[in-house]
Protein backbone atom coordinates (compact mmCIF):
# COMPACT_ATOMS: atom_id res chain seq x y z
CA UNK A 1 0.00 0.00 0.00
CA UNK A 2 0.92 3.36 -0.56
CA UNK A 3 0.67 6.79 1.25
CA UNK A 4 1.95 9.92 1.72
CA UNK A 5 2.65 12.58 4.20
CA UNK A 6 3.20 16.53 3.65
CA UNK A 7 4.76 18.11 6.56
CA UNK A 8 3.35 21.88 7.07
CA UNK A 9 -0.44 22.39 5.70
CA UNK A 10 0.97 26.18 5.88
CA UNK A 11 4.15 27.18 4.52
CA UNK A 12 5.36 30.99 4.37
CA UNK A 13 8.47 32.36 2.37
CA UNK A 14 9.53 35.50 1.66
CA UNK A 15 9.73 36.71 -1.88
CA UNK A 16 13.38 35.49 -3.47
CA UNK A 17 13.46 32.84 -0.32
CA UNK A 18 14.46 29.03 -0.60
CA UNK A 19 10.93 27.18 -1.46
CA UNK A 20 11.08 23.80 0.65
CA UNK A 21 8.13 21.87 1.02
CA UNK A 22 8.44 18.57 2.43
CA UNK A 23 6.98 15.28 1.68
CA UNK A 24 7.24 11.56 2.52
CA UNK A 25 6.22 8.82 1.58
CA UNK A 26 5.51 4.86 1.81
CA UNK A 27 5.32 2.05 -0.56
CA UNK A 28 5.21 -1.22 -1.03
CA UNK A 29 6.64 -1.45 -4.33
CA UNK A 30 8.96 1.11 -6.02
CA UNK A 31 7.10 4.00 -6.66
CA UNK A 32 6.49 6.90 -8.96
CA UNK A 33 6.19 9.79 -7.26
CA UNK A 34 4.51 13.63 -8.21
CA UNK A 35 4.10 17.07 -7.15
CA UNK A 36 0.97 18.88 -8.39
CA UNK A 37 -0.33 22.38 -8.06
CA UNK A 38 -3.49 23.85 -7.48
CA UNK A 39 -3.54 27.62 -8.36
CA UNK A 40 -6.39 29.74 -6.95
CA UNK A 41 -10.27 28.40 -8.67
CA UNK A 42 -8.01 25.61 -11.15
CA UNK A 43 -7.43 22.68 -11.92
CA UNK A 44 -4.79 20.43 -10.69
CA UNK A 45 -1.43 20.80 -12.56
CA UNK A 46 1.60 18.22 -12.82
CA UNK A 47 4.66 20.48 -11.43
CA UNK A 48 7.17 17.27 -11.78
CA UNK A 49 6.74 13.20 -11.49
CA UNK A 50 9.78 10.59 -10.58
CA UNK A 51 9.78 7.70 -12.22
CA UNK A 52 12.98 6.04 -11.33
CA UNK A 53 14.65 7.22 -14.42
CA UNK A 54 17.21 10.26 -12.24
CA UNK A 55 16.87 10.91 -8.74
CA UNK A 56 17.19 14.46 -8.95
CA UNK A 57 14.03 15.97 -11.06
CA UNK A 58 13.32 19.26 -12.87
CA UNK A 59 9.72 20.51 -13.56
CA UNK A 60 8.11 23.61 -14.29
CA UNK A 61 8.27 26.83 -13.59
CA UNK A 62 11.67 25.83 -11.75
CA UNK A 63 10.64 23.78 -9.12
CA UNK A 64 12.62 20.25 -8.51
CA UNK A 65 12.64 17.64 -6.54
CA UNK A 66 14.46 14.85 -5.25
CA UNK A 67 14.07 11.12 -4.45
CA UNK A 68 15.99 9.77 -1.40
CA UNK A 69 14.96 6.08 -0.97
CA UNK A 70 17.00 6.29 2.45
CA UNK A 71 15.15 8.81 3.73
CA UNK A 72 11.70 7.82 1.77
CA UNK A 73 11.51 11.56 1.14
CA UNK A 74 10.40 13.68 -2.14
CA UNK A 75 10.81 17.07 -1.00
CA UNK A 76 10.16 19.94 -4.04
CA UNK A 77 12.31 23.19 -3.80
CA UNK A 78 12.81 26.34 -5.60
CA UNK A 79 15.47 28.42 -5.22
CA UNK A 80 13.58 31.68 -5.54
CA UNK A 81 10.25 32.08 -4.82
CA UNK A 82 7.79 34.60 -6.92
CA UNK A 83 4.45 35.67 -5.81
CA UNK A 84 3.16 33.73 -8.71
CA UNK A 85 4.16 30.63 -6.80
CA UNK A 86 1.36 31.26 -4.17
CA UNK A 87 -0.80 27.94 -4.58
CA UNK A 88 -1.22 24.70 -2.92
CA UNK A 89 0.75 22.07 -3.84
CA UNK A 90 0.15 18.54 -3.19
CA UNK A 91 3.04 15.23 -3.42
CA UNK A 92 1.30 12.09 -4.62
CA UNK A 93 2.57 8.59 -5.10
CA UNK A 94 1.64 5.61 -7.66
CA UNK A 95 2.63 2.26 -7.13
CA UNK A 96 4.13 0.62 -10.38
CA UNK A 97 1.32 -1.96 -10.45
CA UNK A 98 -1.83 -0.04 -9.31
CA UNK A 99 -2.93 2.83 -11.48
CA UNK A 100 -4.83 5.18 -8.90
CA UNK A 101 -2.67 7.99 -7.61
CA UNK A 102 -2.73 8.44 -3.55
CA UNK A 103 -2.38 12.22 -2.60
CA UNK A 104 -0.92 13.76 0.31
CA UNK A 105 -2.99 16.62 2.18
CA UNK A 106 -1.35 19.26 0.17
CA UNK A 107 0.95 22.57 1.62
CA UNK A 108 -0.70 25.69 1.14
CA UNK A 109 2.49 27.91 -0.24
CA UNK A 110 2.44 32.14 0.48
CA UNK A 111 4.73 34.52 -0.93
CA UNK A 112 5.44 37.58 1.66
CA UNK A 113 6.44 40.39 -0.14
CA UNK B 1 -10.12 18.12 -27.05
CA UNK B 2 -6.99 20.07 -25.90
CA UNK B 3 -7.68 18.91 -22.30
CA UNK B 4 -10.02 16.89 -19.87
CA UNK B 5 -12.99 18.56 -19.71
CA UNK B 6 -16.00 18.06 -17.24
CA UNK B 7 -19.78 19.80 -16.62
CA UNK B 8 -21.08 20.98 -15.19
CA UNK B 9 -18.26 23.16 -13.48
CA UNK B 10 -20.62 23.94 -10.35
CA UNK B 11 -24.25 21.71 -9.36
CA UNK B 12 -25.90 22.51 -6.57
CA UNK B 13 -28.39 20.57 -5.59
CA UNK B 14 -31.42 19.77 -2.99
CA UNK B 15 -30.87 16.73 -0.35
CA UNK B 16 -32.35 13.41 -1.72
CA UNK B 17 -32.16 14.33 -5.36
CA UNK B 18 -29.98 12.32 -7.76
CA UNK B 19 -26.78 13.76 -10.06
CA UNK B 20 -24.86 13.29 -12.81
CA UNK B 21 -21.21 14.91 -13.51
CA UNK B 22 -19.43 14.57 -16.82
CA UNK B 23 -15.85 13.83 -17.94
CA UNK B 24 -14.46 14.22 -21.55
CA UNK B 25 -11.21 12.97 -21.54
CA UNK B 26 -8.05 14.03 -23.67
CA UNK B 27 -8.69 12.37 -26.70
CA UNK B 28 -7.00 8.91 -26.98
CA UNK B 29 -6.83 8.55 -23.04
CA UNK B 30 -7.43 5.31 -22.64
CA UNK B 31 -7.68 5.31 -18.57
CA UNK B 32 -9.43 7.45 -16.87
CA UNK B 33 -10.11 8.23 -13.29
CA UNK B 34 -12.40 9.69 -10.74
CA UNK B 35 -11.51 11.70 -7.60
CA UNK B 36 -13.02 13.68 -4.81
CA UNK B 37 -11.91 16.31 -2.69
CA UNK B 38 -12.65 17.51 0.15
CA UNK B 39 -12.27 21.77 1.32
CA UNK B 40 -8.74 21.31 2.80
CA UNK B 41 -7.79 17.74 1.37
CA UNK B 42 -6.18 16.30 -1.03
CA UNK B 43 -7.70 14.46 -3.82
CA UNK B 44 -9.22 11.07 -2.64
CA UNK B 45 -9.09 8.38 -5.45
CA UNK B 46 -13.34 7.10 -6.08
CA UNK B 47 -13.08 4.52 -9.04
CA UNK B 48 -11.12 3.99 -12.62
CA UNK B 49 -11.41 2.88 -15.72
CA UNK B 50 -8.99 1.24 -18.78
CA UNK B 51 -11.13 1.55 -22.07
CA UNK B 52 -14.98 0.96 -21.12
CA UNK B 53 -14.01 -1.43 -18.01
CA UNK B 54 -14.15 -0.29 -14.70
CA UNK B 55 -10.92 -1.79 -12.82
CA UNK B 56 -11.42 -0.61 -9.18
CA UNK B 57 -14.26 0.85 -7.50
CA UNK B 58 -12.47 0.56 -4.06
CA UNK B 59 -12.97 4.47 -3.53
CA UNK B 60 -16.70 4.62 -3.79
CA UNK B 61 -17.85 5.34 -0.36
CA UNK B 62 -21.41 3.59 -0.74
CA UNK B 63 -23.80 2.02 -3.01
CA UNK B 64 -25.30 5.82 -4.08
CA UNK B 65 -22.35 6.35 -6.13
CA UNK B 66 -22.06 4.83 -9.50
CA UNK B 67 -19.82 4.87 -12.54
CA UNK B 68 -19.90 4.45 -15.83
CA UNK B 69 -17.55 4.90 -19.17
CA UNK B 70 -19.65 2.59 -22.00
CA UNK B 71 -18.06 3.44 -24.88
CA UNK B 72 -14.55 3.85 -23.61
CA UNK B 73 -14.63 7.84 -23.83
CA UNK B 74 -16.74 9.97 -22.14
CA UNK B 75 -17.73 9.07 -18.36
CA UNK B 76 -20.47 9.65 -15.58
CA UNK B 77 -20.49 10.10 -12.12
CA UNK B 78 -24.06 9.31 -10.71
CA UNK B 79 -25.00 10.36 -6.68
CA UNK B 80 -28.49 8.82 -6.36
CA UNK B 81 -30.33 10.39 -3.38
CA UNK B 82 -28.08 13.00 -2.49
CA UNK B 83 -26.96 14.44 0.89
CA UNK B 84 -24.85 17.07 2.72
CA UNK B 85 -21.53 15.20 3.14
CA UNK B 86 -21.16 14.61 -0.57
CA UNK B 87 -20.78 17.81 -1.15
CA UNK B 88 -16.83 18.28 -2.91
CA UNK B 89 -14.98 18.94 -5.52
CA UNK B 90 -15.07 16.14 -7.91
CA UNK B 91 -12.43 15.59 -10.54
CA UNK B 92 -11.42 13.55 -13.32
CA UNK B 93 -8.50 12.79 -14.95
CA UNK B 94 -7.34 11.18 -18.13
CA UNK B 95 -4.15 9.07 -19.00
CA UNK B 96 -2.11 7.37 -21.78
CA UNK B 97 -1.73 3.71 -20.42
CA UNK B 98 0.17 4.03 -16.95
CA UNK B 99 1.27 7.40 -17.92
CA UNK B 100 1.19 10.97 -16.36
CA UNK B 101 -2.65 11.69 -15.06
CA UNK B 102 -3.95 14.81 -17.09
CA UNK B 103 -6.79 16.31 -14.72
CA UNK B 104 -9.84 18.43 -15.33
CA UNK B 105 -11.06 21.60 -13.77
CA UNK B 106 -13.50 19.99 -11.55
CA UNK B 107 -17.00 20.35 -10.89
CA UNK B 108 -18.23 21.93 -7.59
CA UNK B 109 -21.27 19.94 -6.07
CA UNK B 110 -22.81 21.33 -3.39
CA UNK B 111 -25.75 19.36 -1.51
CA UNK B 112 -28.32 21.84 0.37
Known amino acids: AQSVTQLGSHVSVSEGALVLLRCNYSSSVPPYLFWYVQYPNQGLQLLLK??????LVKGINGFEAEFKKSETSFHLTKPSAHMSDAAEYFCAVRGNRDDKIIFGKGTRLHILP | GAGVSQSPRYKVTKRGQDVALRCDPISGHVSLYWYRQALGQGPEFLTY????????KSGLPNDRFSAERPEGSISTLTIQRTEQRDSAMYRC??????????FGPGTRLTVL
Open chain 1, 50 to 55: YTSAAT
Open chain 2, 93 to 102: ASSSVTDTQY
Open chain 2, 49 to 56: FNYEAQQD
